[in-house]
């Protein structure tokens, strides 16, 4: 098993640019979710799906749309890419939400100029 | 709401010293608690867990017990080694409305072993 992948590993974007983080996983878990990590912040969660078709809203989810049109995939959009989304991305997944372990991905590192 | 909160770092020990990083929590019910780790350059990945009050977590020489009367779950070890050296995270995961959980994290605690 890969477990938790994430494309790509590093990326630089302009203000007011978009692009999709990809996070993919193969244990057939029914819960996804995107946080951010900023230095003296911890994790915070942006969006997350309890199921293929489901979706919903974190702490901080302006800027960012997600959709779960499979079990398998959770991208993570940037609609119009601003300095303050600077930050490491992180997906994960769990079999569902109550209590289980989660799986990190390895993290995408997001710079906004 | 749900709160974590955990010792600030950084915390610089010397191989073979003794390891506590504290973190107390703030939650409704009765959340599981959870210390992720992430070393360099990678992502979180689960050290330890307990679902239940006085119930001790423990994996590659760390331990943890949920202590229900302090609201605490303080991560332990005996001897540090330098590849202990990471970041370490205190969680709880508790209701947030309907049948969903939130993951509910600490903000991290930079563990520095030199040898």
């Known amino acids: 098993n890969a477990g938790v992948t994430q494309t790509p590993k590093f990326q630089v974007l302009k203000t007011g640019q978009s692009m999709t983080l990809q996070c993919a996983q193969d244990?057939?878990?029914?819960?996804m979710s995107w946080y951010r990590q900023d230095p003296g912040m911890g994790l915070r969660l942006i969006h997350y799906s309890v199921g293929a078709g489901i979706t919903d809203q974190g702490e901080v989810p302006n800027g960012y749309n997600v959709s779960r049109s499979t079990t398998e995939d959770f991208p993570l959009r940037l609609l119009s890419a601003a300095p303050s989304q600077t930050s490491v991305y992180f997906c994960a997944s769990s079999y569902n939400s109550q209590g289980y372990e989660q799986y990190f991905g390895p993290g995408t590192r997001l710079t906004v100029t | 709401g749900n709160s974590v909160t955990q010792m600030e770092g950084p915390v610089t020990l010397s191989e073979e010293a003794f390891l506590t990083i504290n973190c107390t929590y703030t939650a409704t019910g009765y959340p599981s608690l959870f210390w992720y780790v992430q070393y360099p350059g990678e992502g979180l990945q689960l050290l330890l867990k307990a679902t239940k009050a006085d119930d001790k977590g423990s994996n590659k020489g760390f331990e943890a017990t949920y202590r229900k009367e302090t609201t605490s779950f303080h991560l332990e070890k005996g001897s540090v080694q330098v590849s202990d050296s990471a970041v370490y995270f205190c969680?709880?995961?508790?209701?947030?409305?309907?049948?969903?959980?939130?993951?509910?994290f600490g903000k991290g605690t930079l563990l520095t072993v030199n040898p």
């Open positions: 969680a709880l995961c508790a209701p947030s409305g309907g049948s969903n959980y939130k993951l509910t």
């Open positions: 244990m057939n878990h029914e819960y």
